[in-house]
């Protein structure tokens, strides 16, 4: 994308923004509409309003990076403040909102008659707004930076002032209002990649994610065995074949018929574009275990010696998980 069309795009964000900021300007006028709009968000819009905040920087960004590093287990981690979201409607919230006050400090205040504690909740709302407002701020710039290349600073800067703006205009009605809409842009901003995504993935005849289908070779494709190998074939299929298999040395045209078979070691296999690819190990009774399909037209090299990604080949004793790796691998 140009640099012109993210400066188009951004800019028109923060104009639709500060353009509904000011249209709630226009309304609130008493303390209330300032600090809970009234009371008077519609349910539907208000809770547009929880999602769009919970799309964040920290979500696009930072759970993402910990997903990368630590792997699937970082999944829980926005679950986990997602059931937040819940406890704190259940348990905050809802007194919060019969008690009349407008702040949580007011609340502490007026249940534990205590100037203290309200200082004390005073002072934990800023830090844990501060910690969550600071990574917002790298997280714009962050991204401002990689798109256009600015410094890091800027971004976090227009953020800023572009939040400064909607509050003082129109308190809480106006960021309800404005948080509303940015859920429902960021949805269509997610959903329509996404479906340009599945769209793609159909045209090129990859394997349905609705639909149990055998995984193929998009074109004709020669792999190279490294170690000994048990392998699962889904549906049969003729490969040429030179070297071990279940035991007796081929070369030339082999039917793999359905079921489990043995490869040996420094044998290779070439599979027609279309024929069904087989599984490490014996899953015949386990489609989800299917080996994961080459890139079309990048198959491995006949004289490549074997595909082990540190080049060392894998022994047959070490089970059908490491042996995995051995049989169609692509450096």
């Known amino acids: 994308m140009s640099s012109a069309a993210v400066i188009a795009g951004m800019t028109a964000t923060v104009v639709a923004t500060i353009a509904l900021a000011g249209f709630s300007s226009r309304v609130a006028r008493t303390t209330g509409d300032f600090y809970v709009a009234a009371r008077s968000v519609p349910a539907w819009w208000n809770a547009s309003a929880i999602s769009g905040e919970y799309l964040s920087a920290a979500s696009f960004l930072g759970v993402a990076g910990l997903i990368m590093v630590g792997g699937a287990d970082a999944v829980w981690f926005p679950v986990g403040y997602a059931v937040g979201y819940v406890l704190l409607l259940a348990l905050v919230s809802a007194p919060l909102r019969r008690s009349g006050a407008y702040t949580l400090p007011d609340f502490c205040e007026a249940r534990l008659r205590s100037s203290r504690v309200r200082l004390a909740a005073s002072v934990l709302v800023v830090v844990i707004g501060w910690l969550y407002v600071v990574p917002q701020l790298q997280g714009a710039g962050l991204a401002l930076q990689t798109v256009l290349g600015s410094p890091v600073w800027l971004g976090g800067v227009l953020v800023a002032l572009t939040v400064l703006i909607v509050i003082v205009g129109g308190g809480m009605r106006s960021v309800t209002m404005v948080q509303g809409f940015q859920y429902w842009l960021k949805l269509v901003a997610i959903m329509v990649p996404a479906l340009f995504l599945l ?6 005849e990859a394997p349905s994610a609705l639909v ?93 010696p074997h595909l082990c990604p540190d080049d060392r080949a894998v022994p047959r004793d070490h089970g059908p998980a490491a042996r995995a790796g051995a049989l169609l691998h692509e450096p």
Do not use: K, Y
Request: aromatic share 4%; proline share 8%; glycine share 18%.
């Open 199 to 204: 769209v793609a993935w159909r045209m090129d």
């Open 212 to 304: 149990d289908q055998v995984p193929t070779f998009p074109a004709a494709t020669t792999v190279s065995v490294g170690a000994d190998i048990d392998i699962t074939v889904v549906e049969p299929v003729v490969v040429r074949a030179d070297g071990s298999i279940d035991g007796a040395l081929v070369a030339g045209e082999v039917d793999l018929t359905q079921g489990a078979h043995s490869v040996g070691a420094g044998t290779t296999l070439g599979f027609p574009a279309g024929g069904g690819r087989p599984a490490p190990g014996d899953h015949s009774g386990d489609d989800g275990h299917r080996l994961g399909a080459a890139p079309a037209g990048r198959g491995v090299a006949p004289d490549v």
